[in-house]
């Protein structure tokens, strides 16, 4: 029995998550991801598994609003908000919020609360 690593330890966590979220089109799935540098996030109807939406740190137009704050929660909170902006565009009102095995702490939270305050429900 070795140890388990960080990286290990989410997959484990992400897996014991993705047993009860399933999003539908009716209510899609909000995944997110997190790096280093960057946070991606996208809204997912897996059962078509097809994404609707998306936007991240390095997508073109953010990444000139952002610049180089990707990795920290302003980041987080500009991604969040324009990933709202794009569902509610395309008729998107409610998801299902998937941190995909991360901890619901600092940048996720960041991303999440700022989605929230421009109109999804979750």
């Not at 997508?59 to 610049?67: A, K, L």
């Amino acid at each position: 029995m070795g140890f388990v690593t960080r990286s290990e330890a989410r997959l484990r966590r992400k897996q014991r998550v993705r047993k009860k979220i399933r999003g539908t089109a009716g209510k899609p799935r909000l995944c997110v991801f997190r790096s280093g540098r960057h946070i991606y996030a996208e809204i997912i109807d897996d059962t078509s598994a097809h994404t609707l939406v998306e936007a991240s740190s390095i997508s073109g137009n953010m990444r000139q609003e952002i610049g180089n704050r990707g990795g920290n929660k302003e980041g987080a909170a500009l991604v969040g908000a324009s990933i709202a902006e794009r569902a509610l565009e395309k008729g998107i009102k409610k998801v299902v919020f998937d941190r995909n095995g991360f901890l619901y702490h600092g940048r996720v939270k960041a991303l999440s609360e700022a989605a929230r305050e421009k109109g999804l429900e979750f």
